[in-house]
T-cell receptor
Framework: DTAVSQTPKYLVTQMGNDKSIKCEQNLGHDTMYWYKQDSKKFLKIMFS???????INETVPNRFSPKSPDKAHLNLHINSLELGDSAVYFC?????????????????FGPGTRLTVL | AQKITQTQPGMFVQEKEAVTLDCTYD???????LFWYKQPSSGEMIFLIY??????QNATEGRYSLNFQKARKSANLVISASQLGDSAMYFC??????????????FGAGTRLAVHP
C-alpha cells in the first residue's frame, strides 16, 4: 500500500510554463507539507497545510501556489517556471496530534518529483 | 533560530562494521524531536529513527540506534553491522514547533555514506 504518493515522478518543461504536482496520502494524517531539495541535496520546507488550511508559508515566491481540496491531498501549482525552480519536490504528511504510543508526529515522505526546467 | 549541523559530508565503512554519523543541533525549546532519514540513490526519503527530547533512553530500531547526548546537543546515528544497502545519504532533522501542535522539520546538510565490501 502506498502511503504518500506523488505524480508525476519526473517533470521536464520549458521556462515560462505552468505545471502542477499532485500529492495524496492514505495515512489519515491531518497535516501535509511540501519540501524542496536543491541540487546540493539541501531540504527546506515550503508549505504546510492542516485540514486544508495553510499553516506555514516559508517565503516562497507567489508563483508557487499550494491547493488542498481535502486533507488527503495537497497539490503544488507553479506558474511561470524559472531555471532556478529545477529541484526535487517532496510531499510529506504527519498526524497533528499523534495517538498515545505512536512514534511522535513523524513525517512520512512521498517518492519525490524531479522537476527540470529547460 | 534552530539549526542542525552535520559535519561529515562523506563517510565510508567496511561491510559488517559499525559507523557513527554525527549530528549536532541548536535550539532554545525545551520540547523537541530529532529524526534521521535515509535517502538512497533512488531518491526517496525513508524515516529511520526518532528521539524525543524528554526520552531518557536512546532510541533503537533494528540496526539503527541514536546516541542522544542532550547536554552536548548531539544526536548521532549509529549503524551496526553495515550492509551494502546502507550506502545512501543520511539526513538529521529537528522538529520546530509552532502553536496549535503544528511543526516543520529543519534538516542538516546530510552525510553520504559508502559501504565497501
Amino acid at each position: 500500500d502506498t502511503a504518500v504518493s506523488q505524480t508525476p515522478k519526473y517533470l521536464v518543461t520549458q521556462m515560462g510554463n505552468d505545471k502542477s504536482i499532485k500529492c495524496e496520502q492514505n495515512l489519515g494524517h491531518d497535516t501535509m507539507y511540501w519540501y524542496k531539495q536543491d541540487s546540493k541535496k539541501f531540504l527546506k520546507i515550503m508549505f504546510s497545510y492542516n485540514n486544508k488550511e495553510l499553516i506555514i508559508n516559508e517565503t516562497v515566491p507567489n508563483r508557487f501556489s499550494p491547493k488542498s481540496p481535502d486533507k488527503a491531498h495537497l497539490n503544488l501549482h507553479i506558474n511561470s517556471l524559472e531555471l532556478g525552480d529545477s529541484a526535487v519536490y517532496f510531499c510529506a504528511s504527519s498526524p497533528q496530534f499523534p495517538e498515545a504510543g505512536a512514534l511522535s508526529d513523524t513525517q512520512y515522505f512521498g517518492p519525490g518529483t524531479r522537476l527540470t526546467v529547460l | 533560530a534552530q539549526k542542525i549541523t552535520q559535519t561529515q559530508p562523506g563517510m565510508f565503512v567496511q561491510e559488517k562494521e559499525a559507523v557513527t554519523l554525527d549530528c549536532t543541533y541548536d535550539t532554545s525549546d525545551q520540547s523537541y524531536g530529532l529524526f534521521w532519514y535515509k535517502q538512497p540513490s533512488s531518491g526517496e526519503m525513508i524515516f529511520l529513527i526518532y528521539q524525543g527530547s524528554y526520552d531518557e533512553q536512546n532510541a533503537t530500531e533494528g540496526r539503527y540506534s541514536l546516541n542522544f547526548q542532550k547536554a552536548r546537543k548531539s544526536a548521532n546515528l549509529v549503524i551496526s553491522a553495515s550492509q551494502l544497502g546502507d550506502s545512501a545519504m543520511y539526513f538529521c532533522a529537528m522538529r520546530e514547533n509552532f502553536s496549535g501542535g503544528y511543526n516543520k522539520l529543519i534538516f542538516g546538510a546530510g552525510t553520504r555514506l559508502a559501504v565497501h565490501p
